[in-house]
């Protein structure tokens, strides 16, 4: 009997319907056998999104939980508290979460760090299991246009996704943006 079944069936519990949006990895080589696949108007999307980051000359570095020092861990926390902070609101995830988790879970995180001439100006911060890439959070310093969908969905596609043979990447809920960048709905139930 599956958990959602057994929750269902208890008479003060109600079921929840979502909906988020994932990307399948159907067998692609790199990132662009997978743009191929898109209809031209989202492939040009994509590529002009790519492109402006690639001309700002940004540098992603891929990290595992246990490959990141307390400074580069100061760093995702900090740009995690910016996203909020931007919208006059408080992070709800402590500092003292992240290294926790890194040393508790370390072979399930990974980070992408952007980087603009050698600093550090964003980052992705992603669990990981066998075969799904689950996208958590994004922050960045500094705002620059496009980075956003560079760091958090481009790279976790072409390098977390394709390049380690991943099946799925499950960007979460929220945004229908995520449908013109290759991802597809999926109904969810809590």
């Not at 519990?13 to 790199?30: I, K, S, V």
């Not at 990141?68 to 402590?94: H, K, S």
């Not at 669990?127 to 689950?134: I, M, P, R």
């Amino acid at each position: 009997m599956t958990g959602a079944r057994v929750l269902g069936e208890q008479p003060d519990w109600l079921m929840r319907l979502g909906c988020q949006y994932h990307w399948h990895n159907r067998g692609y080589r790199d990132f662009q056998d997978f743009l191929d696949t898109l209809m031209s108007r989202k492939r040009k999307q994509l590529r002009k999104e790519h492109e402006l980051v690639v001309q700002s000359c940004f540098e992603f570095v891929w990290y595992r939980g246990d490959e990141l020092c307390e400074d580069q861990w100061d760093f995702v926390y900090t740009c995690y508290a910016n996203i909020y902070a931007v919208r006059g609101q408080r992070p709800y995830l402590t500092r003292a979460f992240f290294s926790l988790l890194a040393a508790r879970m370390p072979y399930s995180i990974l980070v992408a760090i952007a980087f603009l001439q050698q600093q550090p100006a964003a980052m992705a911060f992603c669990l990981v299991d066998g075969e799904t890439l689950y996208g958590c959070y994004w922050g960045c310093l500094a705002e620059f246009d496009r980075l956003h969908f560079e760091t958090y969905f481009y790279q976790g596609v072409d390098y977390a996704a394709i390049a380690a043979g991943l099946t799925r990447f499950d960007a979460g809920a929220q945004g229908e943006h995520k449908l013109v960048r290759g991802f597809e709905p999926q109904l969810t139930t809590s």
